[in-house]
């Protein structure tokens, strides 16, 4: 006798599995709905980058994109600058004009660094008084220079705060270039710190650079 092919009929759940049109639609609500949610999300995700005070980058970020430059020199070979500003004597000017002037000064401060380096140039507030600058494909002779014509320039321009007297403010400044070494993160933050406590400790209001 021959054995007969059996026919399975479909189920229910084979029955309303969607179209394909119904498929693409339902994928495209959801890719619809995360946008949204992306788009909902991003003031926290600029929120954990930014320094609430001065509004520019803040040690997060400074951490982030420093580990970024150091891997892409790794790969690429390109040099990078890393310079560690901290302003002379800031706490003078709390004890003299207040903490609020403190803060507007710190606004300023950040401001005018920001308008005196270049566009590919990354501005961060790391702490206090201290900011923190990367350089990329910056070696350590014109990182030098860039740092050296700000400081010059901020020598030259008291910052005037309403209803108080102009305050003049200079800062101290460690630079080093990773171009001769691939060290770490913290390696370069280690050696930027060491060369800032040289320029503070050879009388302030002066940079001091290194190669590491």
Not at 163 to 175: D, K, M, T, Y
């Amino acid at each position: 006798m021959d054995q007969g092919v059996a026919l399975r009929r479909p189920t229910a759940k084979t029955a309303e599995r969607p179209a394909p049109a119904e498929a693409v639609e339902g994928y495209e609500q959801r890719i619809a709905q995360l946008e949204r949610e992306v788009r909902r999300l991003q003031p926290y995700k600029q929120m954990a980058v930014i320094d609430h005070l001065t509004q520019i980058f803040n040690r997060r970020y400074f951490d982030s994109r420093l580990e970024e430059e150091v891997a892409r020199m790794s790969r690429r070979g390109f040099p990078f600058c890393v310079a560690l500003v901290d302003l002379d004597h800031f706490k003078k000017i709390n004890d003299t004009h207040g903490h609020c002037v403190g803060d507007l000064v710190l606004r300023e401060f950040a401001h005018f660094l920001t308008q005196n380096l270049r566009r590919i140039d990354v501005v961060c507030r790391i702490g206090g008084e201290e900011f923190a600058v990367i350089m990329p494909d910056t070696d350590i002779t014109a990182g030098l220079v860039i740092m050296q014509r700000i400081l010059e320039k901020l020598l030259h321009h008291p910052f005037t705060i309403q209803n108080h007297p102009s305050i003049q403010i200079s800062f101290s400044c460690g630079i080093v270039s990773n171009a001769l070494s691939f060290k770490n993160h913290n390696a370069i933050v280690d050696e930027a710190d060491q060369a800032l406590y040289e320029a503070k400790r050879s009388g302030r209001s002066q940079i001091m650079a290194r190669n590491c």
